[in-house]
């Protein structure tokens, strides 16, 4: 580690300001403008090879009750600039070592009219900037109530953008591709039903925001870890092209409870002219704190089957009866009620899932309803909704855990809270408890439908605090946590890697919902997955879904999400008997690697196209994935990432000339070639399609008689 620090000399510059400071990042190509403009407002703006990114945009804060608010009067009192330079070992994740590499100036203002300080923290790395706020001990300030941030990112143009609408509650919309001027006169289709919603704009957006200029520079708006603080959306002033943040109120209407010393999220614009390097950029993890976890050995990535695409399509239940209007847990006596006989987690059932998952070789089985409640567990404003530890008659909690071990298979656990938080943290204990007591190492958790306490929000300062809450009561007792509706990840994995995925965007499960878009898969990677792994469930080989829906998606496309949709948790989501079916292709399911030593991300287009190889830790294996949007391609692949002078053997899962993910979805074939670092691969991908390739060493005898590339 390199660490330097030295005071930096206030300079004049021509940008239309004041006074300020200007940094650049470690290779030059990224420079950082920071000043007080004439009305004493913080200043910064962006510039990426000479062109601009971020324009003149202002820094400050609107105080709820408060005279005087944080926007305007300020000077500087103190600045320093350092360099910093670490590599880091995650614990999981798409490579085994990760730079941090940054250039970072710190501002420390004066507020001259109230005497209150506001530091402003900048750091500016090869692939772009984060910056946040920071609020110091002090005389004048202890604790504030904050009406609004007032973060701006002025936009260069009226650039192209995949966005979701802002909401309070959910971000499992399909993505929109329009330019940012059109976005107003788009929201109302952009909006379509869900569960839980709150949109509060008619030009709000979510991060991760993804956009395209016309001259060629891809940017990207986030934050990075979300910790005692509000999500933060993006509204945008659609005629001056400036975005300001927008941070989930409460209940009340505030925006966030902070007291000194304090400090904001980082806000991240991740900027480059190659798509690639968008997908390559760590800022997200670099901005957060490393693992508090001290032991990380029980922190495994697993492959697993479930019963769960059963229920979603339709076929099967998460309740056990359907003759009672409400359950009152702990008076209701399910003995004495009739069984629907379309309960999806009963033993026989559960003990299928188990055979397979040991027959293939997967890590776990993920098991939903099979605690009681779930008769009347949605929609009813329902406190005490789940218990968490009572299993139906017809689920043998005991028997299910001995039986999966003797399979040597690990059970994953199912915590639908619906939304009822203040119920779940009263049973925390209890329920990991017992998930440890039958060996369960991983649970999936749920936050379907509107939040209790009634008039809070999925992503407002309480609910950050309470998944942080359950994440970290998960880790004392060597619990991985998959939370699935709540706030979208922002990073937090490298401090707490015991959060080993997410759902926090519209997963497969919209697949049976009347599907998600062909391009959907082509986006998530530069917008939802930039704060960390997807627990996308992929892997459905039967598009034409039991209820009548159609998974927009190739066969081959379903197969290469294993290796563009990171997740160190990655589930095999249909039936096994659609996997029997095509036992060809279902070999690459269980081939394919979780954890990896190196990522190449080899063509890249948000919407349109996307290809990454990734190299497995361990096995040294190679594994490529492509997925296309709506239009046919003819993508070309280098294979000079092999190590010269060795010849492997690729086995190349590819749609066939005729596929279509609407018409011919299951038109696949598979061949096996001999490649070496001079080989270049020119693969066909039809529309929603793509291909997946495993790439190994092998004997002469097993590249005997292969054509090679």
Do not use: C
């Not at 004493?40 to 609107?62: E, M």
């Not at 202890?142 to 995949?162: L, N, R």
């Not at 016309?214 to 002033?237: F, K, R, S, V, W």
């Not at 929609?379 to 028997?399: H, I």
């Amino acid at each position: 580690m390199n660490l330097r620090a030295s005071y930096l000399v206030l300079f004049l510059f021509s940008f239309g300001t004041v006074f300020g400071q200007e940094i650049k990042s470690p290779n030059g190509e990224m420079q950082l403008a920071f000043s007080l403009d004439a009305a004493g407002a913080p200043t910064y703006q962006l510039n990426f090879k000479n062109r601009s990114v971020i324009k003149s945009s202002r820094l400050g804060f609107d105080l709820k009750n408060d005279s005087t608010d944080l926007i305007q009067g300020f000077q500087i009192i103190n600045s320093s600039e350092s360099t910093f330079d670490e590599t880091w070992t995650p614990v999981w994740g798409e490579e085994s070592e990760i730079r941090d590499h940054h250039q970072e100036l710190l501002v420390e203002l004066l507020h001259q009219g109230s005497k209150r300080k506001m530091n402003i923290r900048f750091r500016l790395f090869d692939t772009g900037l984060g910056f946040r706020y920071e609020f110091p001990v002090q005389e004048n300030m202890g604790h504030f109530v904050i009406s609004e941030e007032m973060s701006q990112f002025a936009m260069a143009g009226d650039h192209m953008a995949f966005w979701i609408p802002g909401d309070y509650d959910t971000q499992e919309y399909d993505y929109t591709e329009s330019k940012l001027s059109e976005i107003r006169g788009l929201m109302e289709t952009a909006i379509t039903p869900n569960a839980s919603q709150t949109p509060f704009s008619e030009t709000g957006v979510q991060t991760s925001l993804m956009m395209k200029t016309t001259d060629g520079l891809y940017i990207n708006i986030h934050e990075a870890a979300l910790i005692d603080y509000p999500a933060m959306h993006l509204e945008l002033d659609d005629k001056k092209m400036v975005f300001q943040s927008h941070l989930t109120p409460d209940a009340q209407g505030d925006k966030g409870y902070l007291y000194t010393p304090a400090h904001t999220p980082w806000r991240t614009v991740i900027v480059s002219d190659q798509a690639a390097d968008i997908l390559a950029s760590r800022i997200t993890y670099n901005l957060n704190e490393p693992s508090k976890i001290e032991d990380t050995s029980w922190i495994k990535p697993m492959k697993y089957v479930g019963v769960w695409w059963e229920m979603i399509t339709g076929q099967s239940s998460w309740s056990y009866t359907d003759e009672l209007k409400a359950v009152k847990l702990g008076v209701t006596d399910f003995s004495t009620v009739k069984p629907n006989g379309r309960h999806g987690a009963t033993t026989e059932n559960v003990k299928k899932y188990i055979d397979f998952a040991a027959e293939h070789g997967f890590d776990g089985v993920l098991v939903e309803g099979w605690n009681i409640g779930w008769e009347d567990w949605f929609g009813n404003s329902k406190d005490y909704v789940f218990d968490f530890f009572t299993p139906y008659p017809d689920f043998d909690l005991e028997g299910i855990s001995a039986y999966a071990k003797e399979k040597g298979v690990q059970m994953i656990m199912h915590h639908e809270t619906s939304s009822s938080v203040r119920n779940y943290e009263r049973h925390l204990d209890e329920a990991y408890q017992l998930m440890k007591d039958y060996g369960y190492p991983a649970v999936k958790s749920g936050y379907v439908g509107d939040m209790l306490p009634r008039g809070e929000y999925h992503y407002s300062q309480w609910l950050v605090n309470h998944y942080q809450y359950a994440v970290e009561k998960a880790a004392e007792y060597q619990i991985m946590v998959n939370a699935h509706e709540a706030v979208r990840p922002t990073g937090m994995a490298r401090t707490w890697p015991n959060l080993i995925a997410n759902e926090s965007a519209r997963g497969t499960e919209y697949q049976a919902f009347g599907g998600n878009k062909a391009n959907h898969v082509t986006i998530l990677p530069f917008t939802r997955q930039i704060g960390g792994p997807m627990d996308y469930t992929p892997g459905v080989f039967e598009m034409d879904v039991f209820n009548g829906s159609h998974v927009n998606s190739t066969l081959a496309n379903q197969l290469a999400l294993y290796v563009t949709m990171y997740s160190p948790l990655q589930m095999a989501a249909d039936y096994p008997e659609n996997y029997m079916r095509f036992p060809d292709a279902f070999q690459f399911i269980k081939d394919v690697a979780l954890d990896w030593e190196k990522s190449l991300y080899l063509e890249a287009e948000p919407g349109y196209y996307l290809t990454i190889a990734r190299k497995a830790k361990e096995t040294g294996e190679w594994f490529i994935g492509n997925v296309n949007g709506f239009e046919g391609r003819t993508g070309e692949v280098k294979f000079d990432f092999l190590d010269a002078g060795k010849t492997y053997l690729a086995e190349i899962y590819s749609d066939k000339a005729d596929a279509h993910y609407k018409t011919n979805p299951q038109a696949y074939e598979i061949r096996k070639v001999a490649v070496d670092s001079k080989s270049i691969l020119k693969q066909f991908s039809a529309p929603g399609g793509g291909y997946a390739i495993r790439i190994r060493e092998a004997s002469k005898e097993e590249l005997k008689g292969l054509k090679k590339l």
